[in-house]
């Protein structure tokens, strides 16, 4: 499924196969989506911006290859409930993911599976989510890596996270700007393979961590 008309809204749907966005303020609601048949169950292509994505259910069914829940630019995800997919959202420019559970992830071999991923981008707000990447294998519950393009105005918030190698990881490669990530007021399982945290900001970036806990206790989590 298509959808290319600015403004145009799709709800109750039910629908076997991936859904394309190519036009801005498209509203997808109160739906489902499974047998995904591209590389991501809903796909925001082109420049577009004020997508939503509201009270949507995103099957990814643990095929192998593997599939994305959500990937692209100009969108907000709020209250969608992702499971069976390798990554949940891969995320570019201007994205919210809000009031989400990402849940169940599947690894297929060679995947580098995480919760949300971004390899670069501005205004990323990840806020209010539960994201367990435990169980499977997986890479991390959040990854905001300046790894394709400099990064800025990130930020993760108020978010239950667990699993991964590192449940959290954050920074840049050589050459690129990690820019100013914000960590703040997180919770935090304990089932990472290594740590909490693996960051390394660039040299004109920096990784604010304030206010974040461990779920099971609440003593302060030290970067």
Not at 108 to 122: I, N
Request: hydrophobic share 40%.
């Amino acid at each position: 499924m298509t959808l290319s008309t600015p403004g145009q809204v799709v709800t109750g749907l039910d629908v076997r196969g991936s859904i394309v966005v190519t036009a801005s303020n498209v509203v997808i609601k109160n739906s489902r989506v499974r047998d995904v048949d591209n590389d991501a169950a809903i796909i925001v292509r082109g420049n577009v911006h004020g997508v939503i994505i509201s009270h949507v259910e995103i099957d990814g069914g643990k095929q192998t290859p593997s599939v994305v829940g959500i990937s692209g630019s100009g969108f907000t995800a709020d209250a969608v409930n992702i499971h069976g997919t390798a990554d949940g959202i891969d995320a570019g420019d201007n994205v919210v993911v809000q009031n989400s559970w990402i849940h169940d992830l599947w690894v297929a071999p060679g995947d580098h599976t995480d919760g949300v991923q971004t390899a670069g981008g501005s205004n990323l707000l990840i806020v209010h989510d539960t994201i367990d990447a435990t169980g499977a294998p997986t890479n991390s519950a959040v990854i905001m890596g300046a790894d394709l393009g400099d990064l800025s105005n990130t930020q993760l918030r108020d978010c239950l996270l667990d699993g991964g190698t590192y449940t959290v990881y954050a920074g840049a490669d050589p050459g690129n700007s990690s820019g100013i990530i914000t960590i703040a007021n997180n919770r935090y399982g304990d089932h990472a393979q290594y740590g909490p945290n693996s960051f390394r900001a660039s040299p004109d970036g920096a990784i604010v961590f304030t206010g974040n806990v461990w779920d099971a206790s609440g003593a302060p989590l030290r970067e």
